[in-house]
């Protein structure tokens, strides 16, 4: 029973570094307002085409993740502006942040949820 309980509590350990390093990879930014006013940039909603027609930032540029458009569009944007990513909750942002930093852009950041984005002026 006690190596039961053992194999539970360091299966629990690997699991939370596990989800914390899932995290850094996206590389959620913790205060959005903080790092928007330091290097203000471009916010790309990756939300699908619904998800963006019941609410998006109005400076927003929309390209779903979940398609090609995101690809295509992305090919087109300056690798040396800032972009600020978003979904719904973090991960397809995170996603589409790793896409982009393999793909020469080095100032992305995953803003995570709309609700992180939504007050940014």
Same mark, same amino acid.
């Given at each position: 029973m006690r190596i039961l309980h053992v194999s539970f509590f360091y299966l629990f350990i690997l699991a939370f570094f596990a989800c914390q390093g899932s995290s850094t990879a996206q590389g959620i930014v913790k205060?959005?307002? =903080?790092?928007?006013?330091k290097e203000p940039g471009?916010?790309?909603?990756v939300r699908t085409p619904d998800e963006w027609n019941n609410g998006h930032h109005p400076k927003a540029i929309h390209a779903d993740w979940m398609s090609d458009d995101f690809r295509k569009k992305?090919? =087109?944007w300056d690798k040396n502006k800032t972009y600020y990513l978003h979904c719904e909750?973090?991960?397809?942002?995170g996603q589409a942040v790793e896409y982009l930093r393999k793909n020469g852009f080095k100032k992305v950041?995953?803003?995570g949820g709309?609700?992180?984005i939504k007050d940014l002026k």
């Open positions: 205060d959005i307002k =903080t790092q928007w006013n471009i916010i790309v909603d992305s090919a =087109t909750a973090g991960g397809r942002s950041y995953n803003a709309y609700d992180q």
